[in-house]
């Protein structure tokens, strides 16, 4: 069995450090968060703030980005599935998620997670995670029955059960 992972609230739990990354970047700018919300995202931000300039957009993201870089110490891992990587050979995991690059790139450099080389970057859109089993079945040679996808989306993990694919759901 081939495993892919999620990285943002799979196998790390970064809710709250997100959470807080955006709520410190808004009040630099006089605003706060406008209801309670699971996981605020720059759609979130747009909805509460809909005269907020593409530039204030960037801006804000990039203030939560670099909040996020400096808290790393915050973001909790998943024992479950730091576990299963101890267990399994690094050439058996694959990694994926829908955050940008660079963030990724520092919580796994952070957390010592870093002999795994297949990190496929997603929409999660409905075409985006065909692709994605097409690719994983490309990299690990394999058929698609071979995936077991860990994921906390609800939605991701609907559409994943449609394709054949195995998953387990994370509960954050």
């Not at 630099?28 to 204030?56: D, Q």
């Not at 990587?85 to 919580?107: F, H």
């Amino acid at each position: 069995m081939f495993h892919i992972l999620d990285i943002d609230n799979t196998l790390f739990f970064t809710n709250d450090l997100n959470n807080k990354a955006y709520i410190f970047a808004l009040s630099l700018l006089g605003l706060k968060a406008l209801a309670p919300c699971k996981r605020i995202t720059r759609m979130v931000v747009a909805s509460w703030y809909p005269f907020l300039t593409n530039a204030e957009m960037t801006d804000i993201v990039q203030m939560k980005q670099t909040y996020v870089s400096e808290n790393l110490h915050l973001i909790s891992i998943n024992e479950e599935l730091y576990q299963l990587l101890q267990e399994v050979n690094a050439n058996m995991v694959g990694l994926w998620t829908a955050a940008d690059p660079s963030r990724i790139e520092k919580i796994l450099d952070y957390n010592n997670i870093t002999d795994y080389k297949h990190i496929r970057f997603s929409d999660k859109s409905q075409d985006d995670i065909c692709l994605g089993i097409q690719e994983f079945c490309q990299i690990f040679n394999c058929e698609k029955d071979e995936l077991c996808f860990y994921e906390d989306d609800r939605n991701v993990i609907t559409y994943l059960q449609l394709q054949g694919v195995k998953v387990k759901e994370v509960v954050t």
